[in-house]
């Protein structure tokens, strides 16, 4: 009997905790979200409905620029670092050997390195020594620095249940091994490199802290939303917040749809599933 | 012969990139750190005269010792937190485990000056919380508006996801037969917990404190947002010298300063991790 008392409430507490931190989580996000929507929007209860702070959003030249900036950055970071983590991971897994351990030491290092010496140090780097000036390239290149750590561990956990007996399969039969890569590797890692892809887009999009100090006067949309920021919160920003988190959510939730359809798995691994 | 040779380029690349693009740029900081700025310019002239700033300016030993007590009770409670949180996902979550933790990461993948928007709509004088006292005829809470707390909340709030995806994928990569065992020679849950679960997942706990420890020692936003007149950490303060005040090389001095700490809280959890028993089988499978 005390025994079943105990296990229910450390059932109940571990429950609790899980909805509180939810509600945690996404309060502030969904407080925004109906302030975006809402004429009221300082404190939006009941709502009253309005798209105006959209419609003035969109037609912010300010913000379309800001906006096409961020994309090019995040295309940029987010190929460059998928292409570099999978290279590396492939790399790191097909051929260990004595320097595996220092290799992966300097891949995972950027991660413990935080966002902000990764800006003031490339900009240290790109202004003073090399004495360029702040422009989209270089800010791509510090992005896709950070952005790689993360790549390789998405990659990683895909591709280290990767049955490379395939591989070998393909090469007995005579394919090369370019042949193997595209015909055999490549269609059984993409998920891994897509989610990769995904992530790091999203990531270097609404970098503040590296892009800032490698862009110069060019803005992106979260530089823009920090000077508004600064000068008090103005509805446009919760309609730009609100905007952002909706299209991060549906990404999501298209790539639940894909592994609840079984197309692709994540790196899920159901023989692992048991209940404790 | 022809394997090495791929294997020294798909590994050679991706190092050289980041040789170039991420220790040179620290490197050129340390340089950097030994010289002067003059009224916007920089004097290359070897001293030492920033670090005894540095060291003998009382706000910026303030700055530093109040930076790292921040850190330490944000990662601390965010552990704490996200014990629980993964536990739960993972006892209860079923075929959607991932689904929650996808949950999770949302806000994450949002960008920290949207989430630190989101954050005053919560905390600020005319935020959520107050907003609803205020209606509710009440008195707003002070330490929420523009104090220490204020930003400790609003660093919990920005890495907490990030600690919780780790301990979560920790917790998924354990096997629970373990705790099965342990049960069955009598353990109580209790003592199952402590001698296996915490145990085995000690690596993932501690990984999870460092990539929330180090974001929060530097953290530029949330304390000057949230923060208060008393809230200066070190991370905005140096985040200054590049920008209002121009004293590059007295900034470069600082981010070497982060940058060693950083490093030494690394080596100190990194001594603590004995990787076979987290059950790491090594590197490749070959």
Known sequence: MRRTLIRFIAKYSLLLTLAISYLFLYLPIVHIGLAAFSKNFNFPYPPRWTLDTFGRLFANSLYQNAFGNSLVLGIGAATLSTLLAAAATLGLIRNPGRRTRLYLALFVAPLFVAEVLIGISSLIFNGLFLEIQGNLVSAVLANAVHCFSYALLIIATQLYRYDWRLDDAAMVFGASPMRTFFEVTLPLIWPGLLGAFIVTFIMAFNNLEISFYLLGATPTLPSVAWGALRYGVKPELYALATAVNLVVVLGLMVMFVLMLTGKVTFGHRPERERAV | ?286
Not at chain 2, 54 to 59: E, H, S, V
Not at chain 2, 61 to 89: C, D, G, K, N, Q
Not at chain 2, 133 to 161: D, K
Not at chain 2, 232 to 254: D, I, K
């Open chain 2, 1 to 286: 012969m022809r394997g090495r040779l791929a294997g020294s380029i798909l590994l050679g690349v991706p190092a050289l990139f980041l040789a170039a693009l991420f220790v040179l740029p620290l490197l050129s900081m340390v340089v950097l750190s030994f010289w002067r700025t003059e009224n916007y310019h920089i004097i290359q002239d070897w001293n030492l005269g920033n670090y005894w700033t540095l060291a003998t300016g009382g706000a910026y030993v303030t700055f530093l010792i109040r930076s790292l007590v921040m850190a330490l009770i944000v990662s601390a409670v965010s552990i704490l937190i996200a014990w629980p949180v993964s536990y739960a996902i993972i006892l209860y979550g079923g075929r959607y485990r991932l689904l929650f933790t996808l949950a999770f990461a949302v806000p994450f993948l949002t960008g920290e000056v949207l989430r630190v928007i989101a954050l005053q709509g919560l905390l600020g004088p005319l935020g959520l919380i107050n907003g609803v006292l205020m209606a509710m005829g009440a008195a707003p809470l002070r330490f929420i508006m523009y104090t220490n707390v204020a930003s400790a909340i609003g660093l919990v709030y920005l890495y907490l996801p990030i600690v919780v995806t780790v301990i979560y994928l920790s917790l998924l990569n354990f096997d629970p037969r373990l705790i099965d065992a342990a049960k069955i020679f009598g353990a109580s849950p209790l003592r199952a917990f402590i001698e296996v679960t915490w145990p085995l997942n000690l690596f993932g706990t501690l990984i999870g404190f460092a990539l929330c420890f180090i974001p929060c020692l530097s953290a530029t936003l949330a304390p000057r947002f949230l923060g208060g007149p008393n809230g200066t950490l070190y991370g905005m303060a140096m985040a200054q010298q590049f920008g209002e005040s121009g004293t590059w090389a007295l900034g470069a001095a600082m981010g070497v300063v982060l940058f060693i700490v950083s490093v030494a809280v690394i080596v100190a959890i990194g001594t603590r991790i004995d990787l076979r028993r987290t059950g790491f089988t090594g590197l490749g499978r070959s």
